[in-house]
């Protein structure tokens, strides 16, 4: 089962910030936060992730809580290309650990 | 760089044949790569994780049998359906440990069984 909670939809008028919310209260210790965005008919792309400090890079921006119970995902000026789901993971450090997917947030970016 | 790419990107069938899936990482050696099934309006399911040299490890509910995959070079693996039948049409994707120990995906393959 999926160890994260986000909204099944968001709408973002373009331009404008999108900010994804990310609910992971049983995370632990080890278990860094993931975020993946899937493009219709596409493969997951990655987007960035981080253990416990905010994370920067040239697509987006990831803030976790202190308690690291929760995380955000900022997408600073939207655009129509941004339309997609976004998926937060959870998972341990170890690379052979497979992502497990829930259903994600469908993003909406409009006009 | 960390790209991983997949053929053919779509492919019909006739019930009863097989079909054969490449995943390839382009720039980076995947000991570990992974096979996941999207259904329509529905998040990617894991099927498989694929480790080099040595034989797969399935998800619970996946028939190895039908669902073949070799991981015999650190830059491929395939995945082979035999015997389709129209309830395996689906959108395929593979993923390979990369950098970093992130996941790569590949762009997907769509799988239509007549």
């Known amino acids: 089962d999926a160890k994260t909670t986000q909204p099944p939809s968001m709408d973002c008028a373009e331009g404008r910030a999108a900010n994804l919310p990310c609910n992971h209260s049983t995370i632990s210790g080890n278990e860094y936060v993931y975020w993946y965005r899937q493009i219709h008919s596409q493969g997951p792309q990655y987007i960035i992730h981080g253990l416990k400090n905010n994370e920067t890079n040239e697509m987006a921006s990831l803030i976790i809580t202190e308690d690291r119970k929760s995380s955000t995902l900022i997408l600073p000026h939207a655009t129509l290309r941004d339309t997609a789901v976004y998926y937060c993971?959870?998972?341990?450090?170890?690379?052979?650990?497979?992502?497990?997917f829930g259903k994600g947030t469908r993003l909406s970016v409009i006009a | 760089g960390a790209v991983v790419s997949q053929h053919p990107s779509w492919v019909i069938c006739k019930s009863g044949t097989s079909v054969k899936i490449e995943c390839r990482s382009l720039?980076?050696?995947?000991?570990?790569m992974f096979w996941y099934r999207q259904f329509p309006k529905q998040s990617l399911m894991l099927m498989a994780t694929?480790?080099?040299?040595?034989?797969?490890?399935?998800e619970q509910g996946v028939e190895k049998d039908k669902f073949l995959i070799n991981h015999a070079s650190l830059t491929v693996s395939t995945l082979t359906v035999t015997s389709a039948h129209p309830e395996d049409s689906s959108f395929y994707i593979c993923?390979?440990?990369?950098?970093?120990?992130?996941?790569?995906f590949g762009p997907g393959t769509r799988l239509t069984v007549l």
């Open positions: 694929s480790n080099e040299g040595s034989k797969a490890t399935y």
């Open positions: 993923s390979a440990r990369g950098p970093g120990d992130t996941q790569y």
């Open positions: 720039d980076f050696q995947a000991t570990t």
């Open positions: 993971i959870v998972r341990p450090p170890s690379g052979n650990t497979p992502l497990v």
